[in-house]
């Protein structure tokens, strides 16, 4: 009996920290999470990438990986800020049957394209940032439009005047080109294993789905397109179509590259 309590206690107290919507990379293989997570293979390795929902349930989590076999995890929620937006264009907030209807349709399309992420990897370099910019809105953030709470920030947000050029964070494929309700111009690359990046409000789309970019490559030119304040561009990593922070995601995971 004493045994089973010190072994509970152990742990309890082994047990790490983990935050909502951050990643967390290992150079090993999850077998088993009820977490968001993907395993990007590699010639050599495996990269595990565990990622947590923004809106996954807080709590004890035990994670299982082929090398380090079974790790005790603590989700709780990130330092996250609230911020009220009013937006230039407040037809988009009204609920009615068209806006209904084009909201579920794009959100079927994204998520076709999040299922299908191609067995490649791509990721043979660092990310880079797609602009250089200072930052006017940070991912997590509780958006209240109009004095409304509407939902949260699944991105970053760069100062940009239009026409400003936006670059690939990384080689991968297009996935996804399209005018949307919320994203307005929008650009998706997957860049393989279900790693993706978002590149948002663009003024102008400069590639098409199908097309290969590499690193650097300009995608498109920023805009104040789909629902915003003003012109600026978002930028937004998901993992199998689930947010996370993508600046956290980013350094982590350039410990790992080349």
Not at 37 to 58: E, G, R, S, V
Not at 162 to 183: E, H, M, Q
Not at 212 to 241: C, M, Q, W, Y
């Amino acid at each position: 009996m004493k045994k089973i309590i010190f072994l509970c206690l152990c742990l309890e107290l082994f047990a790490q920290n983990i935050q909502n919507a951050k990643s967390y990379i290992t150079k090993d293989e999850i077998i088993k999470s009820e977490l968001n997570y993907t395993n990007y293979f590699f010639k050599d390795y495996t990269l595990a990438i565990l990622a947590p929902f923004y809106k996954a349930k807080l709590g004890e989590y035990e994670i299982e990986y082929k090398n380090a076999k079974k790790q005790q995890y603590t989700l709780i929620f990130g330092e996250y800020k609230k911020e009220n937006i009013q937006i230039t264009k407040p037809q988009i907030l009204k609920k009615n049957k068209k806006n209904t209807n084009r909201i579920n349709k794009e959100l079927n399309e994204a998520n076709l394209v999040y299922k299908n992420s191609v067995k490649k990897a791509y990721l043979n370099k660092k990310f880079i940032l797609p602009i250089n910019s200072k930052i006017t809105s940070a991912y997590g953030s509780a958006r209240l439009f109009n004095n409304e709470v509407v939902s949260y920030h699944s991105g970053t947000d760069f100062k940009a005047a239009i026409g400003t050029k936006i670059k690939a964070a990384n080689d991968g494929i297009v996935v996804l080109c399209a005018d949307r309700i919320f994203a307005g111009k929008s650009v998706i690359i997957d860049h393989g294993y279900g790693v993706f990046t978002q590149y948002y409000h663009l003024s102008k789309i400069l590639v098409k789905v199908g097309d290969e970019v590499k690193l650097g490559d300009i995608v498109g030119l920023s805009g104040d397109t789909g629902r915003v304040s003003g012109p600026h561009f978002h930028f937004g990593v998901a993992i199998n179509g689930l947010s996370v922070e993508p600046l956290s995601f980013i350094e982590e995971i350039n410990k790992y590259l080349k």
